[in-house]
């Protein structure tokens, strides 16, 4: 079993930054890949960014590319999201999840533990 505490959500305006975090406790953090998701409302939940057990790999998805940045600190048993240039279309609630597996992940399925969710607004 794996626990997940996501933080660092708010409102912010267009252009600025924001930093999430998710705490993991429960199993080994540093032999699974982590990710992070999204939802807005009425959409389904997409891929943002995923990085590997040792955190050597990373992946995101194209339309936060050069924007958001995901990072982790095994020895704190954290990943986070750094994102900046924030746009409005950016809103939506957070996830983030651990796979079963130690590489980089896309899918929301080979996520096996999920956060509660963080809300992040962008103004206009």
């Known amino acids: 079993q794996v626990q997940l505490v996501e933080s660092g959500g708010g409102l912010v305006q267009a252009g600025g930054s924001l930093r999430l975090s998710c705490a993991a406790s429960g199993r080994t953090f540093s032999s699974y890949a982590m990710g992070w998701f999204r939802q807005a409302p009425g959409k389904e939940r997409d891929f943002v960014a995923t990085i590997s057990g040792s955190g050597s790999s990373t992946y995101y998805a194209d339309s936060v590319k050069g924007r958001f940045t995901i990072s982790r600190v095994n020895a704190k048993n954290t990943v986070y999201l750094h994102m900046n240039s924030l746009k409005p279309e950016d809103t939506a609630v957070y996830y983030c999840?651990?796979?079963?597996?130690?590489?980089?992940?896309?899918?929301?399925?080979?996520?096996?533990?999920w956060g509660q969710g963080t809300q992040v607004t962008v103004s206009s």
């Open positions: 999840a651990a796979a079963n597996t130690y590489y980089t992940r896309t899918g929301p399925n080979e996520y096996a533990y």
